[in-house]
Nanobody, 120 residues
Framework: VQLVESGGGLVQPGGSLRLSCAAS????????MSWYRQAPGKERELVAF????????NYADSVKGRFTISRDNAKNTVYLQMINLKPEDTAVYYC??????????????WGQGTQVTVSS
């Protein structure tokens, strides 16, 4: 199982980035996919998630209207489009895959993260 994030980098305030998370080793289309982030000295927080079919999304209040999560089940990839970036968006961004199975068994996988730095 692998989740590999890419697309992070240094961007000026007001700029944009598109993160990608490529999945392999599991049935991607059966999993809810999420993006989390963790800033230095802070707890990891949920940024956005999307259901397995891609028809339902949800966002943290701090990113609503600026970030868009999407997925391409044919490419086993989830994306996070970020616009109007702010310095407080600076963090390591992680993708997560989760599936609930029978008997309350949970399958959960994390990527290694990609750094996003918003600074002038």
């Amino acid at each position: 199982v692998q989740l590999v994030e890419s697309g992070g980098g240094l961007v000026q305030p007001g700029g944009s980035l598109r993160l990608s998370c490529a999945a392999s080793g599991f049935t991607f289309s059966s999993y809810v996919m999420s993006w989390y982030r963790q800033a230095p000295g802070k707890e990891r927080e949920l940024v956005a998630f999307i259901n397995s079919a891609g028809g339902s999304t949800n966002y943290a209040d701090s990113v609503k209207g600026r970030f868009t999560i999407s997925r391409d089940n044919a490419k086993n990839t989830v994306y996070l489009q970020m616009i109007n970036l702010k310095p407080e968006d600076t963090a390591v961004y992680y993708c997560k895959a989760v599936r609930m199975a029978a008997g309350f068994k949970t399958y959960e996988y994390w990527g290694q993260g990609t750094q996003v730095t918003v600074s002038s």
